[in-house]
Structure formats: structure tokens, C-alpha cells
């Protein structure tokens, strides 16, 4: 109705080529004093076209979202049983914009060792030890807290990268790369607190790093039989056995 006013206002005018442009002017003038923009739309209805635009433009957000879907599916139905399909659907994105950011399920997979599993490792193992009074504190607890969290789920998915390793590591050469880099850097920052302990600092790196990688494998095994079980008990178990030992070779602190 406002464009139509408009136009009227303008074909009332001359058609001189200066009368032509003035009156041009004066009802495009008009036209924004309706609150209607030269597309057509209100000025209201361009102001929301573009705030809905800006959230639809998030592609760091829908990245993380395949993130996170993909990396709950991978562990609980594995990642050989999930397919890109299912991953697409979980997310609630299109095809195209899964592609955009994963051409392939193994680019898919690579991420997630490295944006959702290696963080997950330094949250729930490194930095507590690190940040504990003492290297058999920080063993004890981190072992406490997940064994208390099984419990209050009442359900043991497993190590996440223990999992993934176990699944995909044999098949493909890039996998196993990314699985051993996060079990690398695990051990070195278990060796790392290690030095610090009354025994550990004798020790040679070589040493240190070995006993690192001894705790990873009883933790791991550890987990691998929670999860058969669907239990916490070997996890107790083993810290229990593990700190005994630690305590004997004055590495508790």
C-alpha cells in the first residue's frame, strides 16, 4: 500500500529529466518515512531478516555441534556402526554443511581425537595431578572421581580414548597416529609430576616416562573391566593396588 502511495506521488509530478530525478528523490524520501525499504520490505522486517541471518551464520557453532554428536555416537555405538548419515541427523545439520567442515568420517574422526578426546584427557587426568598437594593425591582423586561418577550414572561407556584406540588404531595408520600422540603426552606429564616425588627425582627420564606409562595401563585396564562389568569396582580396585605401590617406591609424593 505504501509503494503504491508513492508511485502515485511520483507519476504526479513532471517528466522533465531534472523534474524526473527530484521527484525520485523526494519519494524514495517518502517511502523511508513509511518505514519502507527500496526492496520493499519494512525497515523492522530488514532488521530482523538480518538478526536471523547472523544466527544462522555460525559455523563454528555447527562445527562444534557435529563435534559433539559424532563423538557421542563413535562412543556409544562405535565409530565403524555410525554412520555420516546418522551423524548429519543427530546434529541437525544439512549434508552440505557436514561436508563443508568434514569432507570425509576419517577428517571427522582425526577432529575429534584432537578437539574432543585429547581436552578430555587433560581435563579428567593431567591437570588434576598436576594441581594436587602431592603426585599420590592427584592419582588418588582423579581415580575417586571417576569411579564415583560411573557410579552415579549407573552406566560405564568406557575411556573415550581408550575406545577409539581399540577400535580404529589397527585399521588406519592416521588413527593410531592421533591415538598415540594423546597417550604420549599423557605419559610424559604423568613423568613430569613423577620427578617431583622423593624417588622420581633419581630417576631418569627414561624411567619416569616408563612408570607413567604403567599407570596409563593400569588405568586403562582398569576401565576396559568397569566397562565389561558395567562396574566401578575395578577401577577401587586398582587404585587401591596402584597407591599401595607407589607408597612402596616413594613415588606417592
Known amino acids: 500500500m505504501a509503494i503504491r502511495i508513492a508511485r ?11 523534474e524526473r530525478v527530484i521527484c525520485r528523490l523526494r519519494a524514495l524520501v517518502g517511502i523511508n518515512m513509511l518505514g519502507i525499504g527500496t526492496s520493499g520490505h519494512s525497515v523492522d522486517g530488514l532488521m530482523r531478516i538480518n538478526r536471523d541471518r547472523s544466527r544462522r551464520n555460525d559455523p563454528e557453532g555447527m562445527r562444534n555441534k557435529v ?8 562412543q556409544t555405538n ?26 570425509t568420517k576419517q577428517s571427522l574422526a582425526l577432529a575429534i581425537f584432537e578437539e574432543r578426546v585429547a581436552p578430555a584427557v587433560r581435563e579428567t587426568w593431567i591437570d588434576p595431578v598436576r594441581a594436587a598437594a ?34 580404529l588404531t589397527v585399521v588406519d595408520r592416521a588413527f593410531r597416529k592421533a591415538a598415540s600422540d594423546i597417550f604420549q603426552e599423557w605419559e610424559s606429564a604423568l613423568a613430569e609430576c ?17 612408570i607413567g606409562a604403567f599407570i596409563v595401563a593400569s588405568y586403562s585396564g582398569a576401565m576396559a573391566l568397569a566397562k565389561t562389568q558395567q562396574s566401578a569396582k575395578p577401577l577401587r580396585s586398582a587404585a587401591d593396588i596402584l597407591m599401595r605401590w607407589l607408597r612402596s617406591r616413594k613415588f606417592d609424593r
Not at 67 to 74: K, N, Y
Not at 79 to 98: F, K, R
Open 8 to 18: 502515485a506521488w511520483l507519476e504526479s509530478f513532471p517528466r522533465g529529466p531534472v
Open 134 to 167: 602431592s603426585f599420590g593425591e592427584g592419582i588418588q582423586s582423579v581415580f575417586d572421581d571417576i569411579a564415583s561418577g560411573l557410579e552415579r550414572r549407573g552406566k560405564v561407556s568406557g575411556c573415550p580414548l581408550n575406545n577409539l584406540a581399540m577400535e
Open 67 to 74: 563435534l559433539d554428536a559424532a563423538f557421542s555416537m563413535f
Open 194 to 210: 613423577i620427578r617431583a616425588t622423593r624417588s622420581g627425582r633419581t630417576l631418569s627420564k627414561g624411567a619416569r616416562t616408563e
Open 78 to 103: 562405535g565409530y565403524c556402526a555410525t554412520s555420516m548419515q546418522e551423524v548429519m541427523q543427530a546434529a541437525g545439520v544439512t549434508g552440505g554443511a557436514l561436508h563443508h567442515h568434514f569432507p
